[in-house]
């Protein structure tokens, strides 16, 4: 059953953050840099004013951090209770061990730089 819910919410979990980081970014910031809805550039300032725009965005953005922490929650849960466990890596692994380890034929020396012509 939580299977099937799965999808369902993965896909209002990413519409309930596109909404969220929507909204974060066009309240208006109280410190140096400025909002980008607020001022004289034009953007939201005539939507709404002063007061009941700051408590519309704060009171939406607070249920969209309920829904997107709930709908995690939830996404949590049911991953963790899978009835089957598939692996990260699907494939075959070796575990024997060689018998000895290989060396190599004969040492090889390193070789020494050339020296410059006509020195």
């Known amino acids: 059953m939580i299977g099937a819910l799965v999808p369902v919410i993965l896909a209002i979990h990413v519409i309930v953050v596109v909404f969220l980081i929507g909204l974060i970014l066009t309240q208006k910031n109280e410190g140096g840099l400025g909002g980008l809805g607020g001022g004289a550039a034009g953007g939201m300032s005539g939507f709404l004013s002063g007061r009941a725009q700051a408590n519309l965005l704060t009171r939406v953005t607070r249920w969209l951090a309920v829904g997107f922490f709930g709908t995690s929650l939830f996404l949590a849960y049911a991953d963790a209770h899978r009835r089957q466990a598939e692996p ?32």
Request: charged share 10%.
């Open 88 to 119: 990260l890596v699907t494939g075959t692994v070796s575990t024997s061990i060689p018998a000895e380890p290989v060396a190599p034929a004969e040492p090889v020396a390193p070789a020494e730089p050339a020296a410059p012509a006509g020195q």
